[in-house]
């Protein structure tokens, strides 16, 4: 693989790590507390806990012989959605049954896929609570993209030579060098894709852009020079 395609290829796996993140529900602590929809935890945490994920998925399948590149980002898409979905699984049963509330969105009237009335659900005092079915689908498609572009990542960086391990390394510090970034651009709490902040993402682009393109020109620059 040469330089050129590996930088471009790099920055479209930060690229697509940035609008994986602003897919991804998380509440923080408020949501710990059912004050919140989303999974009681920060962004980076579950964003770098599910790119993991797809990065050993994405890791164990490429050192198939002659396995295809493609199966590759798949198979860390897979692993990575696999991961955030049972994690907002096992929260809403935690919800559900544990605390007693609903899972419902206090930024929708009406969920835009289930159709379902919210507002006379939430909790007074509350932004929501659980993982509700517009944010469930949100969090598996920002999980998936997620997965390739870590997978992407990992990918590009073997094929330009550098050893596995050392790749795997960069890779996870990419990821969450990108993770920082949406991040900082949710500024809180994000549900998904329905999510008022969800219209900061073309900010968060641009920014990934600018930085996976300055890690991606070191990193690949010191391979070939």
């Not at 290829?9 to 989303?38: C, E």
């Not at 994690?87 to 935690?94: A, K, P, R, S």
Request: proline share 5%; net charge neutral.
């Amino acid at each position: 693989m040469d330089p050129i395609t590996a930088i471009v290829l790099l920055i479209i796996a930060g690229i697509l790590i940035v609008i994986a993140v602003h897919h991804i529900p998380v509440g923080g602590a408020p949501a710990a507390m059912a004050m919140a929809t989303g999974v009681g935890t920060g962004t980076v945490q579950l964003a770098t806990g599910a790119g993991l994920t797809g990065l050993v998925s994405a890791g164990y399948m490429y050192h198939f012989a002659g396995v295809d590149p493609y199966i590759v980002l798949l198979s860390g898409g897979i692993g990575s959605t696999l991961m955030i979905g049972i994690t907002m699984l096992i929260g809403n049963v935690i919800y559900i049954f544990g605390v007693g509330v609903p899972p419902v969105s206090a930024k929708v009237k009406f969920d835009p896929i289930t159709k379902d009335r919210q507002d006379i659900y939430v909790s007074p005092g509350t932004e929501g609570h659980g993982i509700p079915t517009v944010s469930f689908v949100s969090g598996i498609i920002g999980g998936f993209i997620g997965g390739v572009g870590g997978s992407l990542t990992y990918v590009v960086l073997n094929e330009v030579g550098i050893n596995p391990a050392i790749s795997a390394f960069i890779a996870i510090g990419f990821f969450i060098a990108n993770a920082v970034i949406a991040a900082y651009n949710i500024a809180g709490t994000i549900e998904g894709f329905h999510d008022p902040k969800f219209k900061r993402l073309p900010k968060a682009i641009l920014s990934s852009l600018i930085v996976s393109g300055f890690i991606a020109a070191v990193v690949i620059g010191g391979v070939f020079l």
